[in-house]
């Protein structure tokens, strides 16, 4: 599904049996805390090097046995893990913006970098809070942001009163529930900034 955490994907029939569910089965630690993998698993005869990470087809493609050089996958139907075992994400909210020009009304913005050495999903909550109020949204990132990447995330504030400071939290579901594991935890909230000064 595009987390870089493996999920076990096979096939079943009923034809001998009954009360079994036939097609495409898909097992997945409710936790997401199975081991990372490489996000794409394109054909019945997968050997990592047939396809690359985007889903490309290489027009000559590397013996899987021979390359790396200095340390060959030679693997048939198996992914590959990465480079670090505990590799994990490391998500950090930058750039928190407020467009005050309709103000009390807001447009939210806030960057969501990855520092760490694996990629997540898209799907990640990000909440924006005001130090009066509490939580003001929840939205969610829309693509995967891979090691080093990043990702802009955006909220509009409807509302009538609003004159404190405003802060994102980046793995928040509005409620302060975060689903990642990530290498370092305490880091997910943006610095706060100003909202709507009072007038007078």
């Known amino acids: 599904d595009g987390d870089f955490k493996a999920e076990i994907v096979f096939s079943?029939?009923?034809?001998?049996?009954?009360?079994?569910?036939?097609?495409?089965?898909?097992l997945q630690d409710s936790l997401d805390n199975w081991v990372n993998t490489r996000p794409v698993w394109n054909q019945h005869t997968y050997h990592?090097?047939?396809?690359?990470?985007?889903?490309?087809?290489?027009?000559v493609e590397q013996d899987n046995w021979a390359w790396p050089i200095d340390d060959p996958l030679n693997?048939?139907?198996?992914?590959?893990?990465?480079?670090?075992?505990?590799?994990?994400?490391?998500?950090?909210?930058?750039?928190?913006?407020?467009?005050a020009a309709a103000c009390p009304d807001l447009d939210l913005s806030v960057r969501v970098?990855?520092?760490?050495?694996?990629?997540?999903?898209?799907?990640?909550?990000?909440?924006?809070?005001?130090?009066?109020?509490?939580?003001?949204?929840?939205?969610?990132?829309?693509?995967?942001i891979p090691a080093g990447g990043s990702e802009e995330v955006y909220l509009f504030v409807?509302?009538?009163?609003?004159?404190?400071?405003?802060?994102?939290?980046?793995?928040?579901?509005g409620m302060g529930n975060g689903v990642l594991n990530e290498c370092v935890e305490d880091n997910n909230n943006s610095i706060e900034g100003p909202a709507c000064q009072p007038v007078g």
Do not use: H
């Open 75 to 99: 693997s048939y139907r198996r992914n590959t893990q990465g480079a670090g075992d505990f590799c994990a994400p490391d998500l950090v909210p930058y750039d928190l913006k407020a467009d």
């Open 48 to 59: 990592i090097t047939n396809v690359g990470d985007t889903g490309l087809i290489p027009t």
């Open 113 to 144: 970098a990855n520092e760490g050495c694996l990629g997540v999903g898209p799907g990640v909550n990000v909440s924006f809070y005001e130090a009066n109020l509490g939580l003001l949204g929840t939205v969610q990132t829309q693509n995967a």
């Open 158 to 173: 409807d509302t009538d009163v609003m004159d404190g400071s405003i802060y994102a939290v980046v793995d928040d579901d």
């Open 12 to 26: 079943a029939n009923n034809n001998v049996s009954w009360g079994i569910d036939a097609g495409i089965e898909v």
